[in-house]
Each structure stands twice: as C-alpha cells, then as structure tokens.
C-alpha cells in the first residue's frame, strides 16, 4: 500500500494552555474578560473612536459545533485518518484519475456539507457586530457558515469556499449544487448508492467501522468502489463557457473542449476543468484576498482568535493547544486585565452567546432582537472579483 500523505503535519501532545486570566476557567470569567477586552477603548488610533476595532480571526474548530470534523482531536494534536490523503493542486490539474477519486469522493460528502447549519458562534460573533464591537471576520474555513449567518458583515474567506466551483481556465464560477446534480445525472450508479446510504444514515457518523456497517464499504485507501462502477469511471462535466467558447490558449490558439455524448468532460480536451473553489494543498492564496487579510489585520486594534496567532491585544479561544501559543505566552501575565489580552478554553458555541447576552444586559441600548435566520449563498459574489 502506497505510503498516505498527510494533510497535516502530526504533532505531538501540545502543552495545556495556561488560561488568563486565572478567572477566565470558569465561564463567568471568561465573560467578564472578554467583555474587558472587547469594550476597552482603542489604544492605538485614537481615530477609529468609536467604531468596532475587533477582527475576529476564526478556525475549524468553530464549525465542530455544527457538526463538521475539525483535524484536531480533543487535546490539539491532529487527528490523523491514515487513509486520507487530500488531492493536491497540481496533481488535481494535471491527473485526470486523480480529479475522478476526487469527484467521487466530493459527490457523496456534498450532502453533509449541504445540510450543516452556521451554530451559535456564528450567530454570536453577528451579534457582535451588531452590537458594534466588531470589525470584520478572516476565517481559515470553507464551509460558508459565516456568509450564512452574518451576510452584512464584511467577512474574507481566507481559504475559499466550497459552495462553488471554479474554472481552472476561464475562472467562472457555477453553484457547487448545480454541480452535484450534474455528478448524479452522469454517474447514475452513484448517485442510487447516496440515495441508498443517505436513507441508511450511514454518512451521519465519521466513525469508519459505523460507516460500514450501514452499508459504505472502502478499500485500503479509503476508496469506494462500487461494484459495476469503480470511480475510475466516475464522470464529471466540463466548464459550460469554456465548452461554448474554448479559451485562448499562450500561443494565440484555441483550446480545445471536448465532452462524450452525455456532457462529461474528456481527456482529449486542453482546457474547461473546474474545482471547487477552495485553496488546495500546495495551491496559494490569491495575493488579493491575502493583502486584504493582512491589511484588515494590520488595521485592527485587537484580535479575537476562535478555534484555530501578531502583536496586538489578542483573545485566544481554542480547546487544546494552539501551535505557536508558547511563543505568544511570553509577553501575558496571567494576573493581567481581561483588555489585555486574554487566553480561554470554553467551547465558543457556549461562551459567545453567553457573552452576548451579557454585554446586551450591560449595554443600555435597545438592541432588537430578530430570531437567528440563516441566508443560503447560492453561487458565490462575495470575493469572487478577487479571485477572477
Ligand atoms: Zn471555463
């Protein structure tokens, strides 16, 4: 068996965070300082004055609660699957057999993304912003909760998002839902089998030995193959602009599109591929959407870092250790004042609506209070300038 590659570097057992303040351990504490540290005023531009200063910086560890696996296990080392090697961006560009394993994998999976719901962190850090204690969001995770649940408030998605794809040649973008009906319409086997498992429950549970008990049978590498339709036949469509017009190619030329009779993209074609829109393994960040991160960082007073580290009054809320955080405890004091900076280990969807709703108690304000609704992002406006 070919040796896995990791997605992750592992790590051993990181050391136990020290909570600061020593009060913050308990979740009356943890309030109370981070309410410190969210109203103390703006030390260093005092033109900013009343506006939010906060950028909240947030991590996979904020959508455990809504169900999606975070990498890290429950003391911050990574949780290793051995099987699972992720695809990279290069090898996804340039091996059709690799796009194939990836497609089929992302066709059974899309469901669960599909169905999962932005929880109480995302709501909570909206209400923040309502309550006019934050800036904006910079969110390592592609899942599209925070698009979801606080649409209006100015939100970079660092890694990009896996509602859409992408084309790798003309860079439009279509509904990754569109495109799953696409993946059923071409892989017909397929898309009885989700039906089939969806039905079971099977994909409700992470656990593999569960997982196969209701009826989703890997190989060695973790694979599905399905008997009659192993995924080395799994089909996938082309990109229709590139399909309707073949881009130009370096040397002035077309290139060339080419689809079998039902529509799915073929080997003979030199252009129209998509990927979902995400940042892949050894694939970089637009330049763009990292200078407006950087830019969103450098302009902030102080940061709130959730579930996933600069020098500025920084608020750490993570379970487990957080790599780096022996770096980032030199300059704390664990007596310190909560406006200083502060290190927390509460589950978010349990500290943050707590906080909101003591900074609305203590906040003479007439706040409304609309029931938390979620926007389903169909497509993907947000940054996609960027990343044209
Ligand atoms: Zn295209």
Redesign the pocket.
């Known amino acids: 068996m070919r040796k896995p590659y990791m997605r992750i570097p592992f790590t051993g057992v990181l050391a136990a965070p020290t909570i600061i303040p020593e009060s913050a351990k308990a979740l009356s504490g943890a309030v109370a300082a981070l309410e410190e540290f969210l109203v103390a005023p703006s030390s260093s531009s005092p033109l900013s004055g009343t506006q939010p200063s906060t950028v909240v910086l947030t991590g996979a560890g904020i959508s455990v609660a809504s169900g999606l696996a975070d990498y890290r296990g429950a003391k911050g080392t990574y949780r290793v699957n051995k099987t699972y090697r992720p695809i990279y961006y290069h090898e996804f560009l340039n091996n059709n057999e690799a796009r194939k394993r990836y497609w089929a994998r992302s066709f059974l999976g899309w469901t669960t993304l599909y169905k999962a719901k932005p929880n109480a962190s995302h709501f909570a850090i909206k209400h923040l912003n309502d309550l006019g204690l934050v800036r904006s969001v910079i969110t390592q995770n592609v899942d599209s909760f925070h698009s979801q649940a606080h649409p209006n408030l100015h939100t970079i998605e660092l890694h990009g998002y896996l509602r859409s794809c992408v ?1 790798t ?2 860079h ?1 973008e279509l509904p990754r839902d569109d495109f799953q009906g696409e993946l059923a319409r071409l892989n017909p086997t397929w898309a009885a089998f989700l039906r089939e498992i969806l039905a079971s429950g099977a994909l409700d549970t992470e656990n593999p030995d569960e997982r196969r008990a209701r009826g989703i049978k890997t190989n060695p590498d973790g694979d599905i193959d399905l008997p009659g339709a192993p995924y080395t036949t799994f089909r996938y469509p082309a ?1 229709p ?2 399909l309707a017009s073949p ?1 130009p190619t370096a040397d002035g030329t077309r290139a060339t599109v080419e689809v079998d009779s039902d529509g799915a993209w073929i080997p003979t074609s030199t252009a ?1 591929i998509l990927k979902p829109a995400v940042v892949m393994f050894g694939e970089s960040i637009h330049h763009t959407v990292k200078a407006v991160a950087e830019k969103m960082v450098d302009d902030a007073d102080r940061l709130l870092v959730l579930g996933t580290i600069k020098k500025k009054p920084i608020a750490i809320v993570n379970i487990g250790g957080v790599r780096g955080e022996d770096v980032f405890r030199v300059d704390l004091d664990p007596n310190q004042h909560g406006s200083q900076g502060i290190r927390v280990e509460i589950p978010t969807d349990e500290l943050l609506p707590t906080l909101v709703k003591q900074l609305r108690s203590s906040n003479a304000q007439n706040i409304h209070e609309a029931p938390d609704y979620i926007m389903k992002i169909q497509g993907a406006s947000t940054f996609k300038d960027m990343l044209s």
């Open positions: 084309c040649s003309c439009e990109c602009r590139c881009p129209g």
